[in-house]
């Protein structure tokens, strides 16, 4: 960002590259160079199969699979950009294969293939390469869209309402101040930092819809017979948006978290839903969140090109992304 010398820029792919590195080293056990060529494709590939399912043909296709199997239209893509997509993480769990250190913990597929190796000759078991593929390429594509949508909005709102800005680079400057980086122990010192992040997820409304799930057998959920196989959503945007909970639901407004100066926690903030299927990024994401959060506000500050006027339009996917966007990060040193 420093390299753009306080011009005009669009922050996705940088934020994208710099957030997805954190999940690559947990899984694949390396980063990637930013101008890495390929790194970029799979990034491009992950964000335009997330836009496609949730587009108009996407969504036909899901409703209608049976027919829309045989036509043509651009939601062919989603399975071609899969394909090329899984083609890469079995690339780099045979690599993993190749190279097993039984006796060194490693990262999350090294993890994954010790554990297939123990339940060898169970038929039962979950730990096999078809999971190890699934659940490697899931953690890829959560762990990257989610957070890195959410800075993308957290910066949106920064250059919107800069007297909110101020007041987090007020706190980041009496807690952290310039000269080290922050740490997640700042953070409870830092009550109007967090309650920012938190409306920013509230606002931001990421998944708003969780992930949809599939009841496994016939049950009855709130006087509702709901039969074995069906989709069920979970419409996280009725919680967050509840006119009869929040003071001002649909305006960005940190005081909703802020009690006497103090970070007050809301029992209808549930970003990262709620229950035995929640988020298990949840941690993660927001350790994420707060660091890089902080550390931008730190050493920028965010605003919009001249005669620009920030929009909070946005696509419906799976995520809730705002659309492309241009804005300018001036240094604060
Ligand atoms: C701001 C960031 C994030 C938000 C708002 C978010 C939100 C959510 C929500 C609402 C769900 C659905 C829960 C449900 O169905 O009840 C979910 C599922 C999931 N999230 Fe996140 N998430 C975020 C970051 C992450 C990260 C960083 C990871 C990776 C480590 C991750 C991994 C997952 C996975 C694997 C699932 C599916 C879990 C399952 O099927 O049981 N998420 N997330």
Redesign the pocket.
Known sequence: MEEEKGQPFDPHYKINSAVSNI?CSITFGNRFDYHDSNFQELLHLLAETLLLIGSFWGQLYNAFPLIMRWLPGPFKKIFSHWEKLQRFVRGVIAKHKEDLDQSDSGDYIDCYLKEIEKSKGDTNSYFHEENLLCSTL??FL??TE??AT?IRWALLYMATYPHIQEKVQLEIDTVIGQCRQPAMEDKEHMPYTSAVLSEV?RMGN??PL??P?MSTSNTTLAGYHVPKGTTLM?S?TSIMFDKNVWETPDTFNPEHFLENGQYRRREAFL???A?K??????Q??RT??FIFFTALLQKFTFQAPSATVLSFAFTLSLTRCPKPFQLCALSRC
């Open positions: 999940i899931d953690l959560t762990g989610t957070t959410a997820l990421i998944v969780g992930v799930r979970t996280l970003p990262f839903s229950g299927r929640a988020c298990p990024g949840e993660l994401a994420e969140l």
